[in-house]
């Protein structure tokens, strides 16, 4: 019998394999924007090593590859082959061979203690059922004086769409409505820093920043619905049932005059102290060179 994470983590592979098609549209662009600034708010120095756990099509592992430059490396891995494809495209276009994308579990990264000058999670650290217990494993990957960043969604995720999509999948299939989202245990930035403390991460500081996606027309509400998770419950309807709730939504956007939806993200991040040896030699090293 399938263990629970495992079916977990196939319909994950499987939702954002079928989202793919629509992932990288504009209704989506919150993906590469978040991605970004998840970077941006790390240091990261030419020739770093980086890990990106989740790395979906490469909205932060581009811009990571672009920070640490060609004498570095970075890791991006995810369940989802179609999105790995898109992420390998993209740094071909723009010559960063140093960054590769691979098929790996989050929950079984076979990577050294300490290998990486930064570990990056965006939008991923959610889909396990101990998400401490995993950002506890990705603390292990982080050598010391490295960096730990997890990226999630804050309250109100793409409302009010998401309460318009919600009724209408009661409406036609009540039994794939749901009440919950993943992430809801780490909405606050009290309750993201008390599932770090809670992994022995310390020294974390938690960013919340308030954002929207705008919607340019309420065809690209659709859109996001199929380029996001939203994707897995549009693949257990029938295609008759697909078009109704197609229908309710753009109607329901059209109708309330909706031209944004809610993006509210928290950014976290914890650096790895140095233990006292390392201390020392890092101060040697600078007096040396000072000298």
């Known amino acids: 019998m399938q263990n629970p994470y495992e079916a977990a983590r196939a319909r994950s592979a499987a939702t954002y394999n079928a989202a793919a098609d629509h992932f990288d549209d504009a209704p989506l662009a919150f993906w590469d924007r978040?991605?970004?600034?998840?970077?941006?708010?790390?240091?990261?120095?030419?020739?770093?090593?980086v890990l990106d756990v989740g790395c979906g099509s490469g909205a932060s592992a581009i811009p990571a590859a672009e920070r640490?430059?060609?004498?570095?490396?970075?890791?991006?891995v995810d369940v989802a082959d179609r999105l790995l494809d898109k992420a390998r495209t993209k740094a071909r276009w723009r010559g960063l061979s140093h960054a590769t994308f691979c098929y790996g579990d989050m929950t079984s990264l076979a990577f050294d203690d300490e290998s990486f000058?930064?570990?990056?999670?965006?939008?991923?650290?959610?889909?396990?059922?101990?998400?401490?217990?995993?950002?506890?494993?990705l603390w292990r990957l982080v050598r010391p004086g490295g960096t730990l960043a997890i990226t999630t969604w804050g309250r109100d995720f793409v409302e009010p769409g998401a309460s318009i999509w919600w009724q209408s999948i009661s409406d036609v299939r009540p039994d794939l409505a749901r009440s919950f989202n993943p992430w809801d245990s780490?909405?606050?930035?009290?309750?993201?820093?008390?599932?770090?403390?809670?992994?022995?991460?310390?020294?974390?500081?938690?960013?919340?920043?308030?954002?929207?996606?705008?919607?340019?027309c309420s065809e690209d509400w659709w859109t996001l619905i199929l380029g996001a998770g939203f994707r897995w419950t549009v693949e257990q309807l029938s295609a008759d049932d697909v078009e109704?709730?197609?229908?309710?939504?753009?109607?329901?956007?059209?109708?309330?005059?909706?031209?944004?939806?809610?993006?509210?993200?928290?950014?976290?991040?914890?650096?790895k102290p140095l233990c006292h040896a390392e201390k020392f030699r890092r101060s040697s090293a600078v007096t040396a060179g000072s000298g």
């Open 34 to 49: 978040y991605g970004r600034r998840t970077v941006e708010r790390i240091n990261l120095k030419p020739g770093a090593r």
């Open 68 to 76: 640490v430059g060609s004498n570095g490396r970075v890791i991006g």
């Open 117 to 137: 000058d930064a570990v990056v999670c965006v939008f991923s650290i959610f889909f396990v059922p101990d998400i401490a217990r995993q950002a506890r494993a």
């Open 186 to 216: 780490i909405v606050e930035p009290e309750t993201l820093l008390a599932m770090m403390n809670k992994a022995n991460i310390p020294g974390g500081l938690v960013v919340a920043e308030d954002g929207h996606q705008r919607l340019g």
């Open 244 to 271: 109704r709730v197609k229908e309710a939504n753009i109607r329901a956007i059209r109708e309330r005059a909706i031209d944004k939806v809610t993006t509210n993200v928290l950014y976290a991040t914890a650096i």
